[in-house]
């Protein structure tokens, strides 16, 4: 009966979670980070302020799981990245990564942080764990292996993923914070992400 019970709550936590995030979400973009309270998101999101304060204490705390959970959500498809060949997998996780870039309301959530930061200084000390997503785990997981495995040579996973996924951003998603309009055709898009692949294959496989 216990278990039954547990299990009935962590449901009903994850559910109420969704609802708060996705309230969030929306009063955030609509209205911007000042003028958004926690108790006016909880009311939007049909949950006790208890609820809201119990999961996220804080307006700074909702804001970051908000552009956090716009990169990671529920029904995410994990990537896998094929085995044994490490540019084709390079691009399988590229290619994740430049969809998880181009999702609507990620341009404009980051438009928001880089607003909003300034003025608020519990924004500023926020620290902002993007290497929680999951594509982003899995480049690193990918990285990692290959080192192991001895397909390529990565000392230090951290940096060659922040230079791939540099190369890609550069391209797919940065100009969008300016440019309104800025828009990449899919084959833009995948040729972007093939030379990124063939730059780091080229620094760090064990072929190159």
Known sequence: MTRHLSEYHRRVAAQNRGAILTAATDLFLEV????????????????????LFKQFPTKAELFEATVLGAGSPS????????????????????????????????????????AESARFP??????????????????????????ADGRASVD????????F????????????LVHGGWALTDEETARTVDEAARTIAARYSAEG
């Open 122 to 147: 519990e924004l500023r000390e926020r620290t902002f764990d993007f290497g929680t997503l999951p594509v982003l785990r899995a480049l690193h997981r990918f990285l990692e292996a290959a080192n």
């Open 32 to 51: 911007g980070y000042d003028r958004t309270s926690l108790a006016r998101v909880a009311e939007s999101a049909g949950v006790s302020k208890a609820t």
């Open 75 to 114: 029904e995410a498809t994990p990537v896998e990245p094929p085995a044994g060949d490490f540019r084709s997998g390079l691009v399988v996780l590229g290619t994740a990564y430049a969809e998880l870039l181009s999702r609507p309301r990620m341009a404009d959530l980051m438009r928001a942080v880089i």
């Open 156 to 163: 230090d996973p951290d940096v060659a993923a922040s230079q």
């Open 165 to 176: 996924l540099g190369m890609i951003a550069t391209v797919v998603f940065w100009p969008r």
